[in-house]
């Protein structure tokens, strides 16, 4: 039996380390996402592109002020507009807002704040859908970037450029985040860029998938696809996005740039059900995802566990290939965050890495075991409970 259990840790710690190296291979052969140099010319589009860039905003967040003026900053070779979307001027985001369309404008870009008094399971779609509503038609380009991302010096050449045939309606960047002030913020930083779950690298394995903090969709597209609105009931607007444009045979794709969000000063509670609300979106909208979680994203500490067990508890004959599974693992899990990091342009030491490691893991299996034991997901203060097809529901209160 014990035999048996050491042969089961090995096998699964190869299972792990190759998907792992897979997911580097073809990171390394796509380019990775980074924070990029400027684009080539063949990524940067012409000036005469016209482009709407939609930033939805609910609440008062850390440096709001700082991440929405920094609109005004990006990199950029073609014509935006810029359209605010906060659900009224009793938001705690609207004074944010307001400072940050009066620093724009005096940059000489155009833009306004868009009070949309949205009502739906997901807000973030329904704030987007009145914002595009209420802009002049004749934008090629949408934009969306959400309000905890800086976008200084951010450049949007790489992102527009990513859309480079007309094959693709969307293009996505990587989020990372870039000052965490806590321990919670350290571990959630970690998972999205010293883990497997890191999305430079989940994009190689899951080339289908699409996360909206920062992305880019043509407008026809948008069109094909019944616009915002059609998101509202999903609280997973991205991931249904990505699939509605799968289905009118429309590809999304990874962008060369990373989105930095500014997002800090979170406790464990409030890290570990936002990750356990993104995996609940994947129980709900993907669920054949799902068992990827403790087999493949987060699973080294469950498979080191495993290994040392069946070493403690077997023969001599058993102790070397369990001993093996936990080598590689660790080996296999210490590359793929080295790796994840390079590609999120953030540097650490061999030490603080080793940290982030566990600390990632550790925060993926916690909100994995709450995504799984509760259905119940407050977003923005809104509690939602799954319906069949993925689709959220607010709950009556």
Same mark, same amino acid.
């Given at each position: 039996?014990?035999?048996?259990?050491?042969?089961?840790?090995?096998?699964?710690?190869?299972?792990?380390?190759?998907?792992?190296?897979?997911?580097?291979?073809?990171?390394?052969?796509?380019?990775?996402?980074?924070?990029?140099?400027?684009?080539?010319?063949?990524?940067?589009?012409?000036?005469?592109?016209?482009?709407?860039?939609?930033?939805?905003?609910?609440?008062?967040?850390?440096?709001?002020?700082?991440?929405?003026?920094?609109?005004?900053?990006?990199?950029?070779?073609?014509?935006?507009?810029?359209?605010?979307?906060?659900?009224?001027?009793?938001?705690?985001?609207?004074?944010?807002?307001?400072?940050?369309?009066?620093?724009?404008?005096?940059?000489?870009?155009?833009?306004?704040?868009?009070?949309?008094?949205?009502?739906?399971?997901?807000?973030?779609?329904?704030?987007?859908?009145?914002?595009?509503?209420?802009?002049?038609?004749?934008?090629?380009?949408?934009?969306?970037?959400?309000?905890?991302?800086?976008?200084?010096?951010?450049?949007?050449?790489?992102?527009?450029?990513?859309?480079?045939?007309? !094959?693709? =309606?969307?293009?996505?960047? *990587?989020?990372?985040?870039?000052?965490? $002030?806590? @321990? /919670?913020?350290? %571990?959630?930083? &970690?998972?999205?860029?010293?883990?497997?779950?890191?999305?430079?690298?989940?994009?190689?394995?899951?080339?289908?998938?699409?996360?909206?903090?920062?992305?880019?969709?043509?407008?026809?597209?948008?069109?094909?696809?019944?616009?915002?609105?059609?998101?509202?009931?999903?609280?997973?607007?991205?991931?249904?996005?990505?699939?509605?444009?799968?289905?009118?045979?429309?590809?999304?794709?990874?962008?060369?740039?990373?989105?930095?969000?500014?997002?800090?000063?979170?406790?464990?509670?409030?890290?570990?059900?936002?990750?356990?609300?993104?995996?609940?979106?994947?129980?709900?909208?993907?669920?054949?995802?799902?068992?990827?979680?403790?087999?493949?994203?987060?699973?080294?500490?469950?498979?080191?566990?495993?290994?040392?067990?069946?070493?403690?508890?077997? !023969?001599? =004959?058993?102790?070397?290939? *369990?001993?093996?599974?936990?080598?590689? $693992?660790? @080996? /296999?899990?210490? %590359?793929?965050? &080295?790796?994840?990091?390079?590609?999120?342009?953030?540097?650490?030491?061999?030490?603080?890495?080793?940290?982030?490691?566990?600390?990632?893991?550790?925060?993926?299996?916690?909100?994995?075991?709450?995504?799984?034991?509760?259905?119940?997901?407050?977003?923005?203060?809104?509690?939602?409970?799954?319906?069949?097809?993925?689709?959220?529901?607010?709950?009556?209160?």
């Amino acid at each position: 039996m014990s035999h048996d259990a050491s042969s089961f840790a090995l096998a699964w710690a190869l299972a792990y380390a190759s998907c792992a190296l897979w997911a580097v291979i073809r990171s390394w052969r796509a380019g990775g996402a980074s924070s990029p140099s400027r684009p080539s010319e063949a990524q940067s589009p012409a000036s005469a592109l016209r482009v709407l860039l939609l930033r939805p905003c609910a609440g008062l967040e850390p440096e709001l002020d700082r991440t929405l003026a920094s609109t005004a900053r990006a990199r950029r070779a073609f014509a935006m507009d810029v359209r605010f979307a906060v659900e009224s001027h009793r938001d705690a985001a609207a004074p944010s807002v307001d400072r940050a369309v009066d620093v724009l404008e005096r940059a000489g870009v155009p833009a306004s704040a868009v009070m949309t008094h949205a009502r739906a399971a997901n807000r973030k779609a329904a704030q987007l859908a009145r914002a595009h509503a209420s802009a002049p038609r004749g934008e090629e380009l949408v934009v969306v970037a959400d309000s905890d991302v800086d976008l200084e010096d951010a450049p949007l050449d790489a992102l527009v450029g990513a859309l480079s045939d007309d !094959s693709i =309606g969307a293009a996505w960047a *990587a989020p990372i985040e870039i000052q965490p $002030t806590t @321990v /919670a913020d350290r %571990a959630s930083a &970690a998972v999205l860029d010293a883990s497997l779950h890191a999305f430079p690298l989940l994009s190689a394995l899951d080339p289908s998938g699409m996360v909206g903090k920062l992305f880019v969709i043509r407008t026809d597209a948008l069109a094909k696809v019944g616009g915002f609105g059609a998101l509202t009931t999903h609280l997973g607007e991205d991931m249904e996005l990505a699939r509605r444009l799968r289905e009118v045979g429309l590809k999304t794709t990874v962008a060369p740039l990373v989105a930095r969000s500014r997002a800090q000063g979170r406790a464990w509670g409030a890290v570990i059900e936002r990750y356990a609300r993104w995996i609940r979106v994947v129980r709900a909208q993907r669920p054949h995802l799902l068992p990827t979680y403790p087999l493949l994203l987060c699973a080294a500490p469950l498979i080191v566990t495993a290994a040392l067990l069946a070493a403690l508890a077997g !023969s001599a =004959g058993s102790g070397p290939g *369990a001993l093996t599974a936990a080598g590689l $693992t660790v @080996v /296999a899990r210490v %590359a793929t965050g &080295a790796r994840a990091r390079a590609l999120g342009g953030r540097t650490s030491g061999a030490r603080a890495l080793v940290v982030d490691v566990v600390l990632a893991d550790a925060l993926l299996l916690v909100a994995f075991a709450r995504a799984c034991l509760t259905r119940r997901t407050v977003w923005r203060g809104v509690h939602l409970l799954p319906e069949a097809g993925g689709r959220f529901t607010e709950e009556a209160r």
